[in-house]
């Protein structure tokens, strides 16, 4: 019971499979020819712009900005908004860090 269902199979796959690989071969086929069209254009782009008008004009648009100064945010040290959170010698970031290392040169 089971052996003919098995040939069916075996028939309906070896019928499928070159259906499969055409269909395969032909989108293969549309891709390398995709491929040839865009090197073409990119090509036929390239000697145009190659041997095209040496002529070539470029424009810049100047767009006007508001300019700031340190005294227009309200600062009084110099550094614009860009001031320490921490201003006090404890938390100075500084003498955190190197906190260890001047503890051993004043033992020495």
Known sequence: MLLPLLLLFKL??????????????LLALKAL??????????????LQKLLGNKHSTQTYEVVAHPHYTHSS???????????RALPDAENDPHQLAYQAYSAKTKQE
Do not use: N, S, T
């Not at 499979?17 to 269909?23: E, Q, S």
């Not at 945010?73 to 908004?81: E, V």
């Open 33 to 46: 020819l995709v491929g040839k069209l865009a090197l073409l254009l990119a090509g036929l782009i390239g």
């Open 12 to 25: 309906k796959a070896a019928a499928l499979i070159p259906l499969a690989l055409g269909g395969l071969a």
């Open 73 to 83: 945010y309200g600062d009084d040290h110099g550094h614009g908004h860009y001031a």
